[in-house]
């Protein structure tokens, strides 16, 4: 079997068993409070958000476990997708991509809004469960959750999965295109609604593209991390 296939499938599935687990965790009530009370219990954290926390937790260590798993088949260490060279090329790319990402999202919502002027987009986003789950954290520690989960988002898509499948010698273009698709339905199915799936949707497409840029251009997943990170930090802070 082609070795790129081999990754494709390897890469599919440690997504599904991690979006799996984390689904589980917060769908079935007797899990959720059970987790949520040994999360209080044991650190000490407020039952309001404990969960939350141990959920972040849940949702980045899957992803970096996948990574290593991605890496060992496809024949790459994970410490390579770090390697940062300083410079005003880097720092370009980073901007670029900070700058890109939100402009685009801003010409979206403007769209969206000009074609429904009532839709209250804020609050249907805000009835996403992680977001809800956000909204319970105090507001100067909520904007890290949202922000560790994209950089691990980063680590596992745009990092070891679109790594993996290019030097197993896979196409640039199809490999970014399979990247893009599993990250757009990595978002989407945790919403419920038309509305969040559409605004998920174009988000992710827009993320996966340009962070997939990012990367290809420095070689790094340094840039993609922070861009994402700048974006859900951006997007998810503030109280309902």
């Known amino acids: 079997m082609n070795k790129s296939i081999v990754v494709l499938i ?12 984390y689904m589980l965790s917060y769908s079935n009530m007797y899990i ?45 260490q994970v410490s390579q997708l770090f390697s940062f060279a300083y410079g005003w090329r880097t720092l ?21 809004l000009t074609i429904s002027p009532k839709m209250n987009i804020q609050e249907e986003m805000s009835r996403i469960k992680w977001i809800e789950g956000i909204f319970m954290v105090p507001t100067k520690v909520a904007w890290l959750l949202p922000m560790c989960s994209a950089c691990f988002e980063e680590i596992f898509f745009r990092g070891a999965f679109l790594k993996g499948l ?29 509305i969040q799936k559409l605004v ?6 827009a993320i996966s593209m340009i962070g997939s840029i990012a990367f290809l251009s420095c070689g ?4 993609s991390m922070i861009m ?9 802070n503030g109280k309902k």
Do not use: R
């Not at 650190?43 to 972040?56: D, E, K, N």
């Not at 199809?174 to 609604?193: E, H, K, P, R």
């Not at 998920?200 to 497409?205: C, E, H, I, R, T």
């Not at 790094?220 to 840039?223: G, L």
């Open 166 to 194: 290019l030097v197993s010698g896979m196409g640039t273009v199809l490999a970014v295109s399979i990247v893009s698709i599993a990250f757009i339905v990595n978002q989407c199915i945790l919403a419920d609604t038309k």
């Open 200 to 205: 998920l949707g174009v988000s992710s497409l």
């Open 32 to 76: 959720k409070n059970k987790l949520t009370l040994f999360m209080s219990s044991v650190f000490g954290l407020p039952v309001s958000y404990s969960y939350s926390v141990l959920a972040t937790v849940i949702y980045c260590l899957l992803p970096l476990i996948s990574c290593f798993v991605l890496g060992k088949v496809a024949g790459f």
């Open 10 to 21: 390897v890469g599919l599935v440690c997504l599904t068993v991690w979006l799996t687990i």
């Open 92 to 112: 370009l790319v980073i901007l670029l991509a900070v700058i890109g990402v939100m402009s685009v999202m801003a010409v979206f919502l403007m769209i969206i």
């Open 228 to 236: 994402h990170a700048s974006f859900a930090g951006f997007y998810t």
């Open 220 to 223: 790094s997943i340094i840039p």
